[in-house]
């Protein structure tokens, strides 16, 4: 299973970004997915996840209204819009995904432990 994150970069603030996690190896079609990010001395926290089927999705508080994440399952791809990006933002991004057979309820998604597969993650840098 690979997970491939990209799309990162170096932005202003208030800019935007739209990061891509290609997947191969697992049936994407079944696999909950998230993003994940972590900033420099801080630990890997949740960001936002979707549903295998793309219908349900959830957001850490401080990217709601900013982020949108979507996926493409014929594609075996997921998205991460980035909007009004600020300077708190800067961290590396990882998609993680799990294959999942039930309904996974939204507080289960914003855990780590819960994700089997994860990428390498990609660097994303605002400037202030």
């Known amino acids: 299973v690979q997970l491939q994150a990209s799309g990162g970069g170096l932005v202003q603030a208030g800019g935007s970004l739209r990061l891509s996690c290609a997947a191969s190896g697992l049936t994407f079609s079944r696999s909950a997915l998230g993003w994940f990010r972590q900033a420099p001395g801080k630990e890997r926290e949740f960001v936002a996840a979707?549903?295998?089927?793309?219908?349900?999705?959830v957001y850490t508080d401080s990217v709601k209204g900013r982020f949108t994440i979507s996926r493409d399952n014929a594609k075996k791809t997921g998205y991460l819009q980035m909007n009004s990006l600020n300077a708190d933002d800067t961290a590396i991004y990882y998609c993680?995904?799990?294959?999942?057979?039930?309904?996974?309820?939204?507080?289960?998604?914003?855990?780590?432990?819960?994700?089997?597969?994860w990428g390498q993650g990609t660097l994303v840098t605002v400037s202030s």
């Open positions: 993680a995904a799990k294959n999942t057979i039930l309904t996974i309820p939204s507080e289960t998604l914003r855990q780590r432990p819960f994700y089997e597969f």
């Open positions: 979707i549903s295998r089927s793309g219908s349900s999705t």
